[in-house]
């Protein structure tokens, strides 16, 4: 019984750290400028794309995924840009609907490259309501690479839209 309630708590004690790392994540502000690196945007989102829809896939999830064609250069920081893209697949994970397919399509404008990730919303209720504290980190890794992401919510649908700025 000792053990178990030691157990518990030790847990109960790394959800807290957890929390407050991913709340540091999202709120802090100080950053070293020379995490900055310039990418070939359509070769590493191919990949990176790919993989996360294998993944998807894996769940059960349909993942149509429009062909990137054209090359552009982004400028990102390797760590942020990473937790961006795992943040959100780890969200479709849990809260999309794996009846809807998960559409993720671009397009540019003068200054942007605009990655739209679009899915249905589970009907059935979450066992915990979700905090969003994964949707802040990604407003804050995106307005901090000099971009931003914008949050489309409606009942049954979710769309988040990454604004890339190009070099």
Known sequence: EYLQKTKANAYAMKEITDQLFRYFLAFSKGRNVEEW????????LEKLLEEQ?????SQGFQVNI?????DFEIRINEEEFGRIFDNLFINIGKYADAGEAVTIFHNFSSKYFVLSLK??????KQEFESTKIGLRIVENFMKHMGGRAKVIEAEDCFEIVLYFPVL
């Open 37 to 44: 690196v310039v990418i070939n945007g359509k070769n590493v």
């Open 119 to 124: 899915n249905g919303i589970k009907k059935e």
């Open 53 to 57: 829809g294998m993944f998807l896939k």
């Open 66 to 70: 429009e062909p990137l064609e054209q």
